[in-house]
């Protein structure tokens, strides 16, 4: 879950046994150079955003707020199926709540909980936690590309996305300078990822791989 650049905190690796893997990636954050397709995802190129109406009765979803300088461009495209757009929904406020508990240093955050469970929740714990111990958050503007879902009879989900982290770095909270680096190949990754429809109609991530420096995600 090492979404900005480990250029102060160390890359934090999730167990590979999710139901989705990188296909012949390698392990995650290693630098493979596949072009392999995702096991398990949906190569639909169609369009998605976030839909409203996922289930009959909405649970009262955490208010997602974050710094002036935290901005995200999602390039997912709107699927027309509604439960793959709610999977792409959820999936997107888990990355806006964990980056909430970074700004305010909360390493037990509810938000982030409230969309991650299992091995993905402690995944995020201890990113967060890194991120306090140096008394740093993020900054900049991260972009979210190329994603693939594929949303299954069983309420689960597989889903694989790229992320662009050449403008997003690392902020220390004492001089509120940011910490930036130059733009590599490491700028970009590759995530896969299951998720679980819970009893509460919320889409949570339950795992969570990458591989930095993917051939899939360079520009």
């Avoid at 707020?65 to 999977?87: M, N, Q």
Wanted: hydrophobic share 30%.
């Amino acid at each position: 879950m090492n979404r900005r650049r480990p250029t102060l905190l160390a890359a934090l690796t999730l167990t590979a046994t999710a139901a989705l893997t990188l296909s012949a990636c390698g392990s995650e954050d290693s630098p493979g150079k596949g072009e392999d397709e995702i096991a398990g995802a949906d190569t639909s190129s169609e369009p998605s955003t976030s839909p409203s109406e996922t289930t009959a009765t909405q649970p009262e979803r955490p208010e997602i707020a974050l710094p002036a300088d935290v901005t995200y461009k999602f390039e997912w495209s709107k699927t027309g199926d509604p439960v793959k757009d709610a999977v792409l929904h959820d999936a997107e406020q888990r990355i806006r709540a964990v980056d909430m508990a970074i700004a305010e240093q909360d390493p037990l955050h509810k938000a982030y909980r409230f969309y991650s469970e299992g091995e993905a929740a402690a995944g995020s714990e201890k990113y967060i936690q890194d991120f306090v111990d140096h008394k740093a958050r993020t900054t900049g503007v991260t972009r979210y590309y190329n994603e693939s879902v594929n949303a299954k009879d069983d309420g689960t989900a597989a889903l694989v996305y790229c992320e662009d982290q050449s403008k997003s770095f690392n902020k220390f909270l004492k001089t509120g300078k940011a910490d930036v680096t130059s733009v590599t190949k490491d700028s970009y990754v590759l995530y896969a990822s299951t998720l679980r429809k819970n009893s509460k109609g919320v889409w949570v991530t339950e795992r969570l791989v990458s591989e930095r420096g993917s051939a899939k995600c360079q520009p």
